[in-house]
Nanobody, 126 residues
Framework: VQLQESGPGLVKPSQTLSLTCTVSGASITTDYFYWSWIRQPPGKGPEGIGRITWSGSTYYSPSLKSRTSISRDTSKNQFTLQLNSVTPEDTAVYYC???????????????????WGQGTQVTVSS
């Protein structure tokens, strides 16, 4: 299974950050798959953003919930992150990750997932 993040590397403050994760080697609708977004700001540890399940249910980090939306396009086998009203504090490397099982890992634990992308740098700056 491979995951690949894509999207703009530079976003202006107050705008919406939008990233897509394209999954190959597995269907995002296969039972018990959890698909997550995680980010790592410079000099800090990983931070969980949210996830979408094989059935389309979503869960968001309480600290980001008011600004976050995760959706999916099953026809393209992709899931998407939208983060609204970004500030320079949202500058980070953004990762998508996948886990299959009954008990998904803690949201911010990138490497406890079964699969993850290489990450994409997003900078918020005017």
């Amino acid at each position: 299974v491979q995951l690949q993040e894509s999207g703009p590397g530079l976003v202006k403050p107050s705008q919406t950050l939008s990233l897509t994760c394209t999954v190959s080697g597995a269907s995002i609708t296969t039972d018990y798959f959890y698909w997550s977004w995680i980010r790592q700001p410079p000099g800090k540890g990983p931070e969980g953003i949210g996830r979408i399940t094989w059935s389309g249910s979503t869960y968001y980090s309480p600290s980001l919930k008011s600004r976050t939306s995760i959706s999916r396009d099953t026809s393209k086998n992709q899931f998407t992150l939208q983060l609204n009203s970004v500030t320079p504090e949202d500058t980070a490397v953004y990762y998508c990750a996948g886990y299959r099982g009954s008990f998904p890992p803690e949201l911010g634990s990138l490497y406890d997932n079964d699969y993850w992308g290489q990450g994409t740098q997003v900078t918020v700056s005017s």
